[in-house]
């Protein structure tokens, strides 16, 4: 599956790019080639990223470096890129401006790339994806809400499990890995925070992150 999924992207993106090459396209079709183009790279990025810190997480070769992290202003550039990318969503923002932890940035900027990735993948494409950060007594509590199917409760336990995907690969509509929520997960606890799932109202599924302060 991860080998499919890795050339697929790697495909389109060539085959776009050969289009752009041999043919003179108007503006509007080249532009629509090139956002492609784009999402697929971006695809790539997230895949490529997620592999390869999985396995340096698993054996032990990647060092978590805590240092001070400006959340409120990573998921803000975070949600920017989504928004460029994916310019039909509406998206409802709760962030306050100057909420800090302790932690990894590149492992924090994964965690919040997979579940924004999560809540656009699996959701209408205009319906809207909420993203709220705040700050508890010892903790900062980050939550990422879509108005998708939902996780049905007897799944709520097993998607955090390594190259878990809900469903039978034959009835699939979504292209996947099962790795972004396994790893949400490590991340999550290798900060010695948590993370969970909770049913979004009236529909959709409601992912809540927490990391301690420090
Ligand atoms: P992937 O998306 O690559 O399959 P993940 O580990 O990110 O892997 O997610 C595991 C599974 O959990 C997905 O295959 C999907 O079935 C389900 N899932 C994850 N996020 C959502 C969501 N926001 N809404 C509905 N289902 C989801």
Aim: hydrophobic fraction near 35%.
């Amino acid at each position: 599956a991860i080998t499919h999924e890795l050339k697929t992207p790697i495909a389109v993106a060539k085959l776009n790019l050969e289009t752009l090459q041999k043919h003179k396209l108007d503006e509007e079709k080249k532009d629509k080639l090139i956002r492609m183009t784009l999402q697929e790279t971006n695809r790539l990025n997230t895949l490529t990223n997620n592999i390869l810190i999985s396995s340096q997480l698993e054996g032990g070769g990647y060092k978590l470096v805590k240092e001070d992290l400006d959340l409120s202003g990573m998921i803000s550039r975070l949600v920017m890129d989504f928004k460029q990318r994916f310019a039909d969503r509406t998206w409802i923002l709760e962030i306050p401006n100057t909420i800090h932890v302790k932690a990894d940035p590149l492992l924090i900027q994964i965690l919040i790339n997979n579940l924004l990735d999560n809540a656009v993948k699996y959701s209408p494409r205009s319906a809207a994806v909420q993203v709220k950060l705040a700050q508890g007594t010892s903790n900062v509590e980050m939550s990422i809400a879509d108005q998708g199917p939902g996780i049905p409760d007897e799944e709520k336990g097993k998607i955090f499990k390594r190259f878990y995907r809900i469903g039978n690969e034959s009835v699939r509509t979504t292209q996947g890995t099962g790795l972004g929520l396994y790893l949400c997960k490590k991340i999550s606890t290798d900060h010695h925070g948590s993370i969970r799932v909770s049913d979004n109202q009236p529909t959709g599924a409601n992912f809540i992150v927490q990391l301690p302060n420090n």
